[in-house]
């Protein structure tokens, strides 16, 4: 009896993660803060724990629901691309892990081209302005 117990207890205090929101980042944004949503059951009764050079957790928000948490990085430009584990504690214990992706840059940010005229198409046909084919009309005028 104790032990059915207490696997039930563990079957419920364990997280599983169903949803990261975003699924992986980039270093050398102009930004370093990155929130990232983590969506599980029961997920916001554990705190995060992350080690890796460059990456700190600046604030952990619980969501309104037990089974979302909010985790706001801070992403140093110092901080080289690659993987992370991202450990779930509770009482100490490691309850879920999931590993997360820093990618490189393909190309400096100050390189990029904002919109301009350039990036703008006109479509105008010619039977905009002239009936080319009245057969085709649904008007009777």
């Not at 952990?60 to 979302?68: A, C, L, Q, R």
């Not at 990618?103 to 100050?110: F, G, Q, T, V, Y």
């Amino acid at each position: 009896m104790f032990l059915l117990f207490f696997v039930s207890q563990t079957s419920i205090a364990t997280a599983q993660i169903k949803h990261v929101e975003p699924l992986d980042w980039w270093v050398g944004m102009k930004d370093p803060r990155l929130q990232i949503m983590v969506n599980g059951p029961g997920i916001a009764s554990t705190l995060p724990v992350i080690d890796y050079p460059g990456v700190h957790v600046i604030k952990v928000t619980k969501g309104d629901s037990k089974n979302y948490l909010f985790i706001e990085l801070e992403i140093t430009p110092s901080t080289k691309p690659g993987k992370f584990a991202i450990q779930f504690t509770r009482n100490g214990a490691i309850t879920e892990t999931i590993l997360y992706t820093l990618h490189a840059r393909k190309k400096d940010p100050l390189q990029f081209k904002g919109f301009n005229s350039e990036d703008v198409i006109c479509l105008i046909t010619p039977d905009r302005f002239a009936n080319g084919d009245p057969t085709n009309d649904t008007s009777k005028e």
